[in-house]
């Protein structure tokens, strides 16, 4: 089945660690997105990538890096310069490059990475 | 003030009641309205998507987007306990970045 996986589904980061979340999707979408979720602040726009080898930074792209060195694979590092990483992470791709797969107004998302900093 | 505002709830109704969510937004450029459903611990899916102003239908879920007051609504009938979930709306001006509501949690009580 098509879809977005994201790994791992939790995990536990000692503070002045940097840890990588990884995303992969066999939809063969050119864009891909990162969000960060946090409680009764909606989605916010982390980085998306809009073509392989290429990356812009979102919202709250500090403390952040992203690659895209293949089509289907989006990671995201959440280095030790991130102040309060704890949150639940969501990768997204769409079909369309348009920043937000305007065109059919669908994003389709994994199932998240909840990151817990000790 | 956040472009996008969302009572963030909990809501909680009986089983087969009719359910309301709204968002209101500021900025007058958004074009494209969309809802998501977001069941615990999973990412979202999109549920409604409409274009501009009007009414949308899709079995027991209605969208509407009134743009003169920058109001969008999602109706939900006869609803049922799997409908517990938390709903987000989002929007975009034709330069296409989605700007999310806080996300309503909705439970419905057998």
């Known amino acids: 089945d098509g879809g977005i996986t994201q790994s791992p589904k939790y995990l536990f980061r000692k503070e002045g660690q940097n840890v990588t979340l990884s995303c992969e999707q066999n939809?063969?979408?050119?864009?891909m997105y990162w969000y960060r979720q946090d409680p009764g602040q909606g989605l916010r726009l982390i980085y998306y990538?809009?073509?392989?080898?290429?990356?812009q930074k979102g919202d709250i792209a500090e403390g952040y890096s992203v690659s895209r060195e293949k089509k289907e694979s989006f990671p995201l590092t959440v280095t030790s310069a991130q102040k309060n990483p704890t949150a639940f992470y969501l990768c997204?791709?769409?079909?369309?490059?348009?920043?937000?797969?305007?065109?059919?107004?669908?994003?389709?998302f994994g199932e998240g990475s909840r990151l817990t900093v000790l | 003030q956040k472009e996008v505002e969302q009572d963030p709830g909990p809501l909680s109704v009986p089983e087969g009641a009719i359910v309301s969510l709204n968002c209101t937004y500021s900025?007058?450029?958004?074009?494209?309205f969309m809802w998501y459903r977001q069941y615990s611990r999973k990412g979202p899916e999109l549920l409604m998507y409409?274009?501009?102003?009007g009414n949308k239908e899709d079995g027991r879920f209605t969208a509407q987007v009134d743009k003169s007051s920058k109001y969008i609504s999602l109706f939900i009938r006869d609803s049922q306990p799997s409908d517990s979930a938390t709903y987000l709306c989002?929007?975009?001006?034709?330069?296409?970045?989605?700007?999310f509501g806080q996300g309503t949690t909705l439970q419905v009580k057998p």
């Open positions: 939809l063969n979408h050119d864009a």
């Open positions: 900025n007058s450029v958004f074009q494209y």
């Open positions: 409409t274009y501009s102003s």
């Open positions: 989002a929007m975009s001006a034709t330069t296409g970045k989605l700007i």
């Open positions: 997204a791709s769409s079909i369309s490059p348009g920043l937000a797969g305007v065109d059919t107004g669908e994003l389709f």
């Open positions: 990538s809009q073509i392989v080898n290429d990356f």
